[in-house]
Structures are given as structure tokens and as C-alpha cells.
T-cell receptor, first 112, second 112 residues
Framework: EDQVTQSPEALRLQEGESSSLNCSYTVSGLRGLFWYRQDPGKGPEFLFTLYSAGEEKEKERLKATLTKKESFLHITAPKPEDSATYLCAVPPESGGSYIPTFGRGTSLIVHP | DGGITQSPKYLFRKEGQNVTLSCEQNLNHDAMYWYRQDPGQGLRLIYYSQIVNDFQKGDIAEGYSVSREKKESFPLTVTSAQKNPTAFYLC???????????FGAGTRLSVL
């Protein structure tokens, strides 16, 4: 059974203080990983898909990286508007179910 | 623009009442999903549908029912058998198996 663990559960940063969120997973074989951002009271917004170890993707102050066992979401010089819950998920095994496995998320608060 | 529309945004249920949450997508996706989100518990799968006229139970299907009569629509009914329905409900869809890139804005259900 696939397992996805996100850490920390919550993170408080000062504006401009760079940090990283972690998403570690136990799967039968690396099949990619998704990152989402969720604002309070709204649905998750898709950010990135990473498909292979060593891959990196960037969007504004966010950079996602992937290894065989974990992914990091690096936030460089965050602003208060980056405050949100960040979710990661692993897609199902090909030929198997249609159900991805989600982590519980990291709640990020960036103080001005 | 394509996307997922959930309605209503807020819903109140009286004891013993069934209520239906609407989910419509114009993305031409075959697969659709319903998730329940409670504070600190992440996303829990209620039901999913791979194709029209077919759907499967997720981890917490008891007290819920769905239908998939059209590709675009996947309504969720919260029945009176669901004793703790207060939660945030999210609908999602995917073009590829489990590769969810689109969520609706969510429906917040409360009990009167």
C-alpha cells in the first residue's frame, strides 16, 4: 500500500525567510508526484507534476524537486501571500486503481 | 475556461434530511472523485467514477450515495444515515488514471 507523509505539519516563517517542505513516500515504484496549494475554504490548486528522480520545476518563488524517496518544495524569500496548505500526492500504479494517495499537507504561514 | 463547478458553496442539513451536492465538469474527463476534508485529517475518498454509469466506493462511503448518468456530472447525496456530515466536500476529475489536476471550489456542509 502506498504511503505519503508530509513534514512539518505546520510551518511559520517570516517574510523573506526561505525554507523547504518535505513529502516522503513509500511506493512500489516511482510513478511521479503532484504538488498542490490549498487556500482556506477553497479547493486545491494544482502546482506541479514531477515524473522522475532529479527533475525540478519552478513557479515564482516555489521550486519542487524529486528523488526516489521524497520530494521537496523549496520556498525562496516567501511573501505573506504564499501562506496556504501545501499538499502532495502520488498517482496510482499503472494498470491498477484510479486512486492517488495524498499526504495530509503542510500548513504554511508567512508573517509580514 | 474548463473547470469543475461545485454548488452550493454552503449547505445546511436538518436532522433526518438527505441533501445533494452538485459537481459539474466541462473538461471532458472520464474520471471523477468525491473527497471529504476534515481539519487535520487530509483528504478522504468517498466515491469515484471511472466512466459513465459506473462508480466505486472509497474509504468512507457509508452514508453517502452517488450517480454518474452523464460524463459531465457526478452528484453526491449525503443521506440521513451519515451521522457526522459536517465537513468540506471536494469534487475532482482526471483525464489520466489518478492524475488529478482539477478540483472544484468545494461545498461546506453543516448540520442545523
Amino acid at each position: 500500500e502506498d504511503q505519503v507523509t508530509q513534514s512539518p505539519e505546520a510551518l511559520r516563517l517570516q517574510e523573506g525567510e526561505s525554507s523547504s517542505l518535505n513529502c516522503s513516500y513509500t511506493v512500489s515504484g516511482l510513478r511521479g508526484l503532484f504538488w498542490y496549494r490549498q487556500d482556506p475554504g477553497k479547493g486545491p490548486e494544482f502546482l506541479f507534476t514531477l515524473y522522475s528522480a532529479g527533475e525540478e520545476k519552478e513557479k515564482e518563488r516555489l521550486k519542487a524537486t524529486l528523488t526516489k524517496k521524497e520530494s521537496f518544495l523549496h520556498i525562496t524569500a516567501p511573501k505573506p501571500e504564499d501562506s496556504a496548505t501545501y499538499l502532495c500526492a502520488v498517482p496510482p500504479e499503472s494498470g491498477g486503481s484510479y486512486i492517488p494517495t495524498f499526504g495530509r499537507g503542510t500548513s504554511l504561514i508567512v508573517h509580514p | 475556461d474548463g473547470g469543475i463547478t461545485q454548488s452550493p458553496k454552503y449547505l445546511f442539513r436538518k436532522e433526518g434530511q438527505n441533501v445533494t451536492l452538485s459537481c459539474e465538469q466541462n473538461l471532458n474527463h472520464d474520471a471523477m472523485y468525491w473527497y471529504r476534508q476534515d481539519p487535520g485529517q487530509g483528504l478522504r475518498l468517498i466515491y469515484y467514477s471511472q466512466i459513465v454509469n459506473d462508480f466505486q466506493k472509497g474509504d468512507i462511503a457509508e452514508g453517502y450515495s452517488v450517480s454518474r448518468e452523464k460524463k459531465e456530472s457526478f452528484p453526491l447525496t449525503v443521506t440521513s444515515a451519515q451521522k457526522n456530515p459536517t465537513a468540506f466536500y471536494l469534487c475532482a476529475s482526471s483525464r489520466d488514471r489518478g492524475n488529478i489536476q482539477y478540483f472544484g471550489a468545494g461545498t461546506r456542509l453543516s448540520v442545523l
